[in-house]
């Protein structure tokens, strides 16, 4: 079964300082990635996917992912948060054959001033 | 148009009510899906239709009755329901079979349950 895992509940950085928010996945066969971010009472907006080719994936906003096959990994980066960054995020695997997605169970991200 | 639209945006019923929750997209996906999402937890699956059938149903208590009329549109129907059922319902879509496609959500209905 697909599964991701995000090991930590919170992250706090200050504004303009580098931010990673950490996935950990589990899958048979090729690994089909994804980060969501949710605002407030918002939807999901799709930051970025890996699918295949290179292990650093530039996604919206100024994020960007990398895939580690050896760790199991797909952290999200982002070189310098910003306040409005704050939000939940999601780490997700897409299950092909059954046309889910599974979600890991969110990082809360603060950026303070 | 790279859009899903919901409807109503905020919902509250009473236990013996009756409602609906109505989803919908133009971009041609033949996957839909609802989701249903607690405060600061992860969406949670209820249904998959594939081509306007229902694929996939996550044992969601029969007070939640999925319909997909058509392509691009996937409904909710809801009938005494309980409190606990209060939450935000997010619909989503995309292309099917296609492994690296991402999903499209909606902006999602919040339902309180009185």
Redesign the interface.
């Known amino acids: 079964a697909q599964s991701v895992a995000q090991p930590e509940d919170q992250v706090n950085v200050a504004e303009g300082n580098p931010l990673t928010v950490k996935c950990t996945y589990s899958v048979s066969g090729n690994p089909y990635l994804f980060w969501y971010v949710q605002y407030p009472n918002r939807g999901l907006q799709f930051l970025l996917k890996y699918i295949t080719g290179d292990n650093l994936v530039k996604g919206s906003y100024g994020f960007e992912a990398e895939f580690n096959k050896s760790q199991t990994s797909f952290h999200l980066k982002k070189p310098s948060a910003l306040v409005s960054d704050s939000a939940l995020y999601f780490c997700a695997v897409r299950d092909w054959m059954r046309d889910d997605m599974r979600f890991g169970a969110g990082t809360r991200l603060t950026v303070k001033p | 148009d790279t859009e899903?639209t919901?409807t109503p945006k905020h919902l509250v019923m009473g236990m013996t009510n009756k409602k609906s929750l109505k989803c919908e997209q133009h971009m041609g996906h033949r996957?839909m899906?609802w989701y249903k999402q607690k405060a600061?937890?992860?969406?949670e699956?209820m249904f998959?239709y594939?081509y306007e059938k229902l694929?996939?149903n996550e044992s969601v208590p029969s007070r939640f009755s999925p319909e997909c009329p058509n392509s691009s549109l996937l409904n909710l129907h809801l009938h005494a329901l309980q409190p606990e059922d209060s939450a935000?319902y997010?619909c989503?879509s995309?292309p099917?079979?296609?492994?690296?496609?991402?999903?499209?959500?909606?902006?999602?209905t919040?339902l309180t349950v009185t």
């Open positions: 899903v919901q996957a899906y600061k937890k992860p969406p699956l998959v594939s694929s996939i935000l997010l989503a995309s099917l079979r296609v492994g690296g496609s991402k999903q499209y959500f909606g902006p999602g919040r």
